[in-house]
């Protein structure tokens, strides 16, 4: 059952890095769209794509911590205690991100739209880099149990990296969903302007890893070792393979199966992370077995989650798909009571 949880684990990672991945790429691509006048057209669609859903794709963070201190409280503990400061920033960051881009919709004045604007922007940037620190510190075996907080847990060249090829992730599925998105919206403008976008994006992929497989052979030697056979290097070699096939797809406009061959690249990028690290949550100090709570408690959470991947499961691939054929209306200022005020726009 241990071994179960920890791969429904691993499952829920890699459905938030690649659900809320893209919400922070639009996030990212929104941070770097310009002054007002320049940035309004990219900015319209990234409010008109993200908003029906942008909320829902929390959810997976919600569950994989509820897995996390349910069904591994020791290892839940321990990476808590060494990585707060680092998980508080990116609370912060998800707290202040979900604020502004619900409030600079309805928002008119232009001096608040801004403010509410970069809070949504620059959160949209931070977030994914810190919990993108906290995984290179607990691959590169930073995270022990009695590990007390310091930089070094998650301020080290393997979560810098692990950090910024977060950033750059996001930022490839952001600009990729984009593009259809475009399509979508009858935003043929910026088809192209996205698609520059996610090539470049997937370019900043390709140098970060080249540059990580050094450090990480010199500085998360497990994790290396796990990634250069088995299934860890196939899965690697699918992800590679698929994010290969993006930019061919991205290259020839084909830009509804482009979608998916990126969210496949990240998926399979995080499986390979979890197959790495067998049989340890953290290399190499803690085992899945030796991290999993009572067997009672781990049958029950097994129960609980099959039902709610039976429940809640349908109703999120569903509303994905509505989402996608552009079945889901969006709010207007009527639904959400915004008025306008004497002063608006300035």
Same mark, same amino acid.
């Given at each position: ?5 920890? #791969? ?7 459905? +938030? ?18 002054? =007002? ?22 959810? #997976?963070?919600?569950?994989?911590? $509820? ?31 979900? =604020? ?62 692990? @950090? ?5 992730? &996001? ?21 192209? +302007? ?28 497990? $994790?290396?070792? !796990? ?18 096939? &993006? ?9 509804? #199966? ?12 995080? !499986?390979?992370?979890?197959? =790495? ?11 899945? &077995?030796?991290? =999993? ?6 049958? #029950? ?8 991947? $039976? ?14 054929? @552009? ?8 639904? &959400? ?10």
């Amino acid at each position: 059952m241990a071994e179960f949880i920890a #791969w429904v684990l691993v499952l829920a990672i890699a459905a +938030y890095a690649c659900a809320g991945g893209t919400d922070y790429g639009a996030g990212f691509w929104d941070l770097l769209a310009g002054g =007002a006048e320049r940035g309004k057209r990219p900015r319209w669609l990234i409010d008109h794509a993200m908003a029906p859903v942008w909320e829902a794709n929390n959810v #997976w963070l919600i569950f994989v911590l $509820v897995i996390m201190w349910t069904g591994f409280p020791t290892m839940f503990q321990a990476v808590f205690e060494a990585m707060w400061l680092p998980l508080l920033l990116a609370a912060v960051g998800l707290v202040l991100r979900g =604020a502004g881009f619900a409030l600079r919709k309805p928002t008119r004045r232009l001096a608040q739209r801004r403010v509410y604007g970069a809070m949504f922007a620059v959160s949209s940037l931070l977030t994914p880099f810190f919990l993108g620190a906290v995984l290179g510190g607990i691959a590169s075996g930073r995270v022990k149990v009695g590990t007390t907080a310091s930089a070094d847990a998650w301020a080290n060249p393997v979560s810098l990296l692990t @950090g910024l090829l977060a950033i750059a992730a &996001t930022a490839f599925l952001g600009a990729v969903f984009l593009c259809s998105d475009a399509l979508r919206f009858d935003a043929h403008d910026l088809v192209d +302007y996205f698609r520059v976008r996610a090539l470049i994006a997937f370019g900043a992929v390709v140098v970060l890893a080249l540059i990580a497989l050094p450090v990480t052979h010199d500085d998360a030697r497990y $994790v290396w070792d !796990g990634l250069t056979r088995g299934w860890g290097l196939l899965l690697i070699i699918l992800a590679a393979v698929c994010g290969l096939a &993006t930019v061919l797809l991205l290259l020839r406009r084909s830009h509804g #199966w482009s979608r998916y061959t990126s969210v496949a690249s990240v998926a399979l990028t995080v !499986g390979a992370w979890g197959f =790495a690290q067998r049989p340890y949550l953290l290399p190499t100090s803690m085992t899945v &077995t030796q991290a =999993a709570g009572a067997a009672h408690t781990l049958r #029950w959470l097994v129960i609980v989650t099959a039902i709610a991947i $039976v429940l809640v499961g349908p109703a999120l691939v569903l509303l994905y798909r509505l989402d996608t054929m @552009g079945e889901l209306a969006e709010l207007t200022d009527a639904d &959400t009571g915004a008025a306008r005020a004497t002063g608006d726009n300035l």
